[in-house]
């Protein structure tokens, strides 16, 4: 079992930028795909960004140029560079990491809000 853990949300201004950190620890052995999911109030959990191992990325189209999703394998950590924040940016960003047998660990949550 992978535990996450996040932080760096917050209230920010449009056009203002944020960092997220997700640190995992526990069952190792079992990182691998690391990616952040945003969930707004009455809309389904939707993919932001993730990451491999080997450091291949995959972005939602609505954030691409905007956002940087990184990992430090040696730290256990992904994090996420959102720049250019929008309105609609606001959710709940959630930490993932999918084990090589396509289970799902989630962290609680960190809230962004976006707004002037």
């Known amino acids: 079992q992978v535990q996450l853990v996040e932080s760096g949300g917050g209230l920010v201004q449009p056009g203002g930028s944020l960092r997220l950190s997700c640190a995992a620890s526990?069952?190792?052995?079992?990182?691998?795909?690391m990616g952040w999911y945003r969930q707004a109030p009455g809309k389904q959990r939707e993919l932001v960004a993730a990451i491999t191992r080997d450091g291949i990325i995959n972005y939602a189209d609505s954030v691409k140029g905007r956002f940087t999703i990184s990992r430090d394998n040696a730290k256990n950590t992904v994090y996420l560079q959102m720049n250019s924040l929008k309105p609609e940016d606001t959710a709940v960003y959630y930490c993932n990491n999918r084990n090589t047998f396509g289970y799902d660990s989630w962290g609680r949550g960190t809230q962004v809000t976006v707004s002037s």
């Open positions: 526990g069952s190792i052995f079992s990182i691998n795909v």
